[in-house]
């Protein structure tokens, strides 16, 4: 026996042809755009419930604030929570120093009756906010042991990483849902072709990742 047949041996190997990589490459190439087409629809997470509290994050637009209204008059919530912290922009010339104040103030302009509101300001923090945010929100509810049921809501495809982060948060006595209200700047099942839907989905899809690895 030589050298060659005792360290080497023949064998029959099989490879793709050039139609075989060009199935392929079609499969791959669907299997990323159907991901990319359904991540906003992975991001903006609704999963509403009959809930006593709305809790709405207080930095989203005004027609966030207002689908919050519709759905506190035909529901069974007692009460809608603001959270937020201070202001990024115009601090100094608002008399309402946080976002949970603010979104407060502007559901009290659009009707929504004094007693049915309550803000829940946030100190300011350089990174985390919507964890500052649940944190405040869990406080305040060691305070109101009568609560059990939350709804939360908020803009488009931060409402998983919301979700997440209050269902972190909350002890699991309580039972909590999300609403996500779509994003205007852009239509979800096209979010790519417009520059606010290309920065929304990046930023909220690493800002969740993020939030998924620590908690």
Same mark, same amino acid.
């Not at 689908?67 to 069974?76: D, S, V, Y």
């Given at each position: ?32 755009? !159907?991901?990319?087409?359904? %991540? ?10 009959? +809930?006593?509290?709305?809790? %709405?994050?207080?930095?989203? *637009? ?5 689908? +919050? ?10 009460? #809608? %929570? ?5 202001? !990024?922009?115009?601090?100094?010339? &608002?008399?309402?120093?946080?976002? +949970?104040?603010? @979104?407060? @103030? ?5 009707? %929504? ?7 829940? *300001?946030? *100190? ?8 500052? &945010? ?12 009568? #609560? ?8 488009? *495809?931060? @409402? ?8 972190? #948060?909350?002890? &699991?006595? =309580? ?20 520059? +606010? ?9 690493? !800002? =969740?990742? =993020? !939030?998924?690895?620590?908690?």
């Amino acid at each position: 026996m030589t050298l060659k047949a005792t360290l080497f041996v023949k064998k029959e190997r099989v490879s793709l042809t050039v139609w075989g990589w060009m199935c392929l490459f079609i499969c791959f190439t669907l299997g990323v755009f !159907a991901c990319v087409a359904n %991540v906003d629809s992975f991001l903006s997470y609704s999963q509403p419930i009959d +809930a006593n509290i709305l809790i %709405v994050e207080g930095w989203v *637009p005004d027609y966030v604030l207002k689908e +919050a209204i519709e759905q506190f008059n035909r529901g069974r919530c007692e009460l #809608i %929570v603001t959270t937020g912290g201070p202001l !990024a922009r115009g601090y100094h010339l &608002s008399q309402h120093k946080t976002y +949970a104040e603010l @979104a407060a @103030a502007s559901l009290l302009k659009m009707g %929504v009756p004094e007693d049915r509101v309550k803000a829940l *300001p946030c *100190p300011r923090v350089k990174k985390d906010r919507t964890r500052e &945010s649940a944190l405040e929100v869990q406080r305040w509810l060691s305070e109101n042991p009568k #609560i059990v049921r939350l709804r939360l809501m908020t803009l488009g *495809p931060h @409402a998983r990483r919301s979700y997440l982060i209050y269902r972190k #948060i909350l002890p &699991s006595i =309580y039972g909590l849902g999300v609403t996500s209200v779509p994003n205007e700047q852009y239509h979800p099942d096209t979010w790519w072709r417009t520059s +606010a839907g290309v920065r929304e989905i990046m930023s909220e899809g690493v !800002a =969740y990742l =993020y !939030a998924w690895c620590r908690e």
